[in-house]
């Protein structure tokens, strides 16, 4: 037998697992961070991919918006905001002249403390800085529609600013493919409109999610969506799984995303020979609620054989979604076909809600799901269309008489951050 330890609920999970039956245990790789973050960024932005330095084309008379994540991702853009203010400064621009918005995308407001760790003291005291406020329509300007009729509802303080900047990391995401480049717009500073429709769009992608797949239709609105803002610029880097900065690339949009996937994949990539019958996918770091532990399952999505069976591993403590969960259960259990036709009929208003849920459909509509989670009540697992496992133990036990006893496993030790890339033979 071999021995396996998952990290959870801030102690270990352990269990057993055949030998034979074992086809791998695959956690993230251990990239170390960068030496030195402002050097980097330094350099970045004295070399920029695909466009001259900032100081060189922006003119002193210019209203530059620089758009940040929120508070939910582990881009430090307090270290990048000081040293484009610093290029902006060298072209003229005063600190009047520039602003940064959160973009929180359909997240709650960030609180004023909350900004200012964001974006650090110096940049909170020199620049005005603010909420995406999602909710009000009237910070909103509409772009018409996308080439799939997607609406196109954008905060008006990118539509009227002169030099836009968008910061962001990319890693692997099962919606856009990955994060990063034109997703600070779309969903960072777009109407809710809009961010349901282009999460609905990603569950189009044939039984999958398009996860780590760069180019598909999803990131083809987000960038669409970008260039209607005029969102030339943008830096992004790359994390390790700890949350420590790995890469920066600064400069044209389209070059920088490029330089950032091909790093990303190498952090978060993993390759495998053999096609599972099941999967164990532990929620690490991603553990609060199912609506964030949920990224465990594409990883095994990808993986497993039809008809196989997945282990997803969550503490999940706030249960399915202390927010949307209620609402969301209502439909949960129903085939991906028929959410995708009831958000279109009107029958579900939250569309982000209900593309998450269609999401998850398709895991099942691919194998079956036993859930191991305390958190998560066993009627609530029913709703989702798992199984209900009172330990790991049984959930395992559950899986092999599903497959039968010479079925043969996969261990992902910290499923949200992992992105599977098979090798053929």
């Known amino acids: 037998m071999t021995q396996l330890s998952l990290p959870f609920e801030g102690s270990t999970l352990d269990f057993e697992i055949s030998g034979p039956n074992l086809s791998g245990v695959f956690s993230p790789c251990s990239i170390p961070p960068l030496a030195d973050l402002d050097g980097a960024i330094r350099e970045a932005l004295d070399r920029p991919l695909g466009q001259p330095p900032l100081e060189r084309w922006v003119r002193p008379s ?112 099962h919606i856009p493919g990955f994060s990063g480049s034109g997703k600070i717009i779309q969903p960072g500073i777009s109407g809710a409109a809009t961010t349901a429709a282009t999460h609905m769009l990603s569950c189009s992608g044939g039984g999958d999610s398009f996860l780590g797949i760069a ?113 969301l259960l209502e439909y949960t259990l129903w085939p991906s076909t028929k959410i995708k036709k009831a958000y279109r009929g009107g029958e579900i208003k939250n569309g982000v809600a209900a593309a998450l849920a269609a999401a998850w459909a398709m895991v099942r509509e691919k194998a079956g799901v036993i859930t191991y989670s305390p958190g998560i009540p066993e009627a609530d697992k029913a709703q989702l269309g798992h199984t209900h496992a009172p330990s790991i133990k049984w959930a395992l036990e559950e899986a092999f008489r599903r497959q039968g006893s010479g079925a043969r496993v996969v261990v992902l030790t910290h499923a949200p951050d992992m992105l599977p890339i098979k090798v053929e033979e």
């Open 62 to 173: 210019d209203r530059v918006l620089i758009i940040s994540d929120d508070n939910t991702r582990f881009t430090p853009a307090s270290r990048m905001i000081l040293q484009i203010l610093e290029r902006l400064a060298l072209a003229g621009v005063p600190d009047e002249r520039v602003s940064c918005i959160m973009a929180l995308g359909t997240h709650r407001y960030m609180t004023e403390e909350e900004m200012r760790s964001k974006v650090g003291d110096e940049a909170y005291r020199r620049i005005r800085v603010f909420n995406h406020e999602w909710r009000d329509s009237d910070q909103l300007v509409d772009l018409g529609c996308s080439s799939s009729g997607t609406p196109f509802l954008v905060n008006r303080a990118a539509v009227e600013a002169d030099v836009v900047i968008g910061l962001g990391a990319v890693v692997p995401h």
């Open 215 to 327: 180019s598909n239709p999803v990131r083809s609105e987000m960038e669409e969506i970008a260039d209607r803002v005029g969102m030339k610029t943008i830096m992004n880097v790359v994390l390790n799984v700890h949350g420590d900065v790995t890469g920066v690339f600064f400069g044209r949009r389209k070059e920088v995303f490029s330089h950032a996937v091909e790093m990303a994949r190498e952090v978060y990539g993993f390759r495998y020979h053999e096609t599972p019958d099941i999967v164990v996918a532990n929620s690490f770091p991603c553990d609060l609620d199912f609506w964030q532990s949920h990224k465990a399952q594409y990883p095994a999505q990808r993986m497993v054989k039809q008809g196989g069976t997945i282990i997803i591993c969550t503490p999940a403590p706030e249960g399915v979604s202390p927010v949307h969960g209620p609402d």
